[in-house]
Structures are given as structure tokens and as C-alpha cells.
């Protein structure tokens, strides 16, 4: 599969992340094909953070979440043994409560026992930073 021309994928081994970056806002039927694109280079690299870059496409969360929370996250696992982390970075706007999508994300404690992490950020920092963190060795 090749990557799409509106999402840039990028492994960082310094940091044992992939990256993600969506270049332009995308169609519902361009979001569906891009996490596919996302998985084939993460079991590449066994990569199991994720950062991906939301600002520039359109919020179409709303469409997609069912999907996203009910096929592609739970099925993870069959690809990428172990718990898969997701630091959304996304623009403040996406983050009030004008964006019909924030309804639709469920609160961390959903994803306790579940093969994927998922967090929202407005900072690339602090995103990596969450990731990071999440690689640390459990006391």
C-alpha cells in the first residue's frame, strides 16, 4: 500500500514514534483510507506511538468514531501485540464544546483493558511528551 498524498507518515526512531501529518483537509472516504496507510508503516517499524496531526483536516470525527472506537482500535492488537498509544494533536478550536466531534470521544477511562490509548493534545510537545512517558517501565 502506498502512503496517500494528503497524509505525510514518518517513522522517528530517535523517539520510537510514528508520525502522521495530514497535509490538507480530507474527504470522509480519505480519512477511512488513511489509518490502514498509518497501521502498515507502524507494523513495519513494531511502533506502538502514535502522533498524528489533526490540525489541518477537516473535523470529521463525527463520521468516522464508531469506526475508529468500535473496528479499527479494537483490531489493533491482531497487528501490534500489546497496547497501542494515540496523542492526537489538534487545534484549540477542536477542542470546545462547538465541535460536534468532542461528544463522540469517549473519556480515558474507556480505554482501560482496551488495546489502545487515545489523548487529544494542542501542543506537539506535549504530545510527545504524554508518549514518551508512556514507554516508561510501570513502577
Known sequence: MSTPDFLQIDYRPDL???VGRWQRAVGEGELYASYPALLEVAR??????WLLDARR???????ITPWLLNDFLPRLGQHLPGRV?????VA???LTDAVPA???IPPLVYFEGKASLMQRFTSEAEALAWLQRQQ???D
Open 44 to 49: 513495519a517499524h513494531r511502533c506502538h506511538y
Open 92 to 94: 484549540p478550536v477542536q
Open 85 to 89: 498509544y494515540l496523542a492526537y494533536l
Open 102 to 104: 468532542d461528544k463522540k
Open 57 to 63: 483536516r477537516l473535523n470529521l470525527e463525527v463520521a
Open 16 to 18: 520510537d514514534v510514528l
Open 136 to 138: 516508561e517501565p510501570a
